[in-house]
């Protein structure tokens, strides 16, 4: 045996003995055996006694683990909120018994807490619901080595009150952002929190008020049976109330809402009482007349058209000859409506001006030719039956151009102009350059859409005057049928 064998033995010898002393004086708490890769931990009788009755009257998680993580001695609140019995854990290592959130914890802090008390927040999940510890992890002196003492501290109701806190400001932020009126009510009905949309609608300071009284509702289509007090009752009661129309008499502006509510629940199942919302209705019930009167429009003028169509049918088939004749002007008589009702459709029934009428009538022949017409001073807006009866005089004039007047001819020219008369506003017609005119024998009904369609007024009516240098009308629109 050499040097170095020699003082080895004499090392373990002195350790053994120092360790056989420290049992003889109890200040050994337990010893570990190691055998074969497996642990075994021993109690040593009276040393460990007092520091685990200490331990056991702690109101929190505690053990005491070596240097190495290996649990010498667990309390009870510790092993049932990790689900073990106290005896089987002792020897364990956190990795192998303890949730994989606590155990990573409990790697992290022990290098920390040999510098000094190191702690860390950890959650983890416990039977199915989620709880968080906080665990502290202190230095701690024992016989023949250094280890550590943990506590595991319950803070899962913390936890909850404040992310039930932070949700209940997040609602509220959103509830305050809202455009709509919000209201939140406790469980007997009085107003907890409203936005300023609520007390902008509704008046005022709504806070501590019953809703009943500080938003009377009355529901037309409930015939009476449902109230505003029955809205919190039955939302309380843990029913839903989606889209109720109510009419508020006696809000300042708006009258018709559309009421919503829904249970307000703050932590686990409890209804704490209800979220109530407001919609304006006064832009859809807007909506909806308008849309009613619209229908109504639509159906009048559907009847006005189809009545026009066939007159229009009628006294075409009366003054032409042949089938031929009859479809080309019926033809160019519809389409010349057509053409005007699209006009209207574009503008929405609106704002729909003279110019645009004539331009869209004169659209077939003014390509390429834009010298030979001149269009002035016709701005103003046009009524719906004004600019329908325009149109198919401008159609009617614009047929007859082409076939005997100046657009005949290549070197003709049209003139389209609007001044304003007393009671009228006058849209003439000038036609030069073309083949003499000479008047005609007999009046088609082309002549009578011209002098006859806007004569549904006094003041409404064309003039044709067949001068010989060319053809003039005078269209007289009535002022009621006309706005800037």
């Known amino acids: 045996m050499n040097l170095d064998e020699v003082a080895e033995l004499r090392r373990r010898l002195a350790e053994a003995e120092e ?91 022990m290098p920390r807490a040999a510098l000094g008390v190191a702690s860390e927040e950890v959650g983890f999940d416990r039977l199915g619901e989620q709880v968080h510890y906080i665990l502290t992890a202190t230095p701690l002196r024992l016989s023949t080595t250094h280890g550590f003492a943990i506590t595991f501290t319950d803070v899962s109701e913390r936890v909850r009150a404040e992310a039930a806190e932070q949700s209940e400001r997040a609602a509220h932020a959103v509830i305050a952002s809202a455009n709509e009126a919000v209201v939140v009510c406790d469980r007997e009905g009085v107003i907890t929190h409203a936005n300023a949309a609520a007390e902008l609608s509704f008046g005022g300071d709504l806070l501590g008020l019953p809703f009943a009284d500080a938003i009377p509702l009355i529901f037309p289509d409930a015939t009476g049976l449902l109230q505003a007090e029955d809205i919190v009752r039955m939302v309380v009661d843990g029913a839903s109330v989606q889209g109720v129309e109510a009419h508020a008499p006696k809000a300042p502006k ?3 809402y559309l009421v919503s509510a829904a249970p307000l629940q703050v932590g686990h199942d409890m209804i704490n009482g209800c979220v109530i919302t ?20 639509l159906d009048h003028r559907v009847k006005n058209t189809l009545a026009l169509v ?32 699209s006009l209207l459709a574009e503008n929405s029934w609106t704002n729909l001006t003279i110019g645009d009428v004539v331009r869209s ?48 001819v290549p070197g003709g020219k049209l003139s389209v102009r609007g001044r304003a008369e007393e009671e009228r506003f006058i849209v003439e017609w000038r036609e030069s350059g073309g083949p003499p005119v000479t008047p005609p024998t007999h009046r088609g009904f082309g002549q009578t859409v011209i002098t006859r369609s806007l004569q549904y007024t006094p003041s409404g009516g064309a003039e044709v005057d067949f001068a010989p240098e060319g053809l003039v009308c005078r269209i007289s629109l009535p002022l009621e049928d006309l706005h800037e």
């Open 310 to 341: 066939l007159s229009i049918a009628s006294r075409t088939l009366h003054h032409e000859d042949t089938l031929e004749g009859f479809q080309q002007a019926f033809t160019g008589r519809i389409h010349a409506l057509a053409a005007t009702h």
């Open 278 to 297: 407001m919609v304006d209705l006064s832009q859809r019930k807007a909506a909806e007349k308008q849309q009613l009167l619209m229908m109504r429009e």
């Open 19 to 109: 360790t056989l002393r420290a049992i003889r004086d109890g200040d050994v708490d337990a010893l570990v055996v190691e055998q074969q890769n497996v642990s075994q931990v021993f109690d040593i009788g009276g040393g460990a006694e007092a520091y685990h009755v200490f331990m056991e009257a702690m109101h929190v998680g505690a053990a005491a683990i070596d240097g190495t993580g290996r649990i010498l001695y667990a309390n009870a609140r510790l092993t049932s909120v990790l689900g073990f019995t106290q005896n089987s854990v002792q020897g364990s290592r956190f990795t192998d018994i303890a949730p994989e959130e606590v155990a990573a914890a409990v790697e992290r802090i």
């Open 361 to 408: 009538e004169l659209a077939p022949y003014t390509a390429g030719a834009a010298g030979r017409f001149t269009i002035q001073d016709l701005g103003k807006s046009l009524a719906p039956r004004a600019a329908i009866a325009l149109g198919l005089v401008i159609h009617e004039l614009a047929t007859n151009a082409t076939k005997y007047g100046s657009l005949s």
């Open 254 to 256: 708006v009258k018709d």
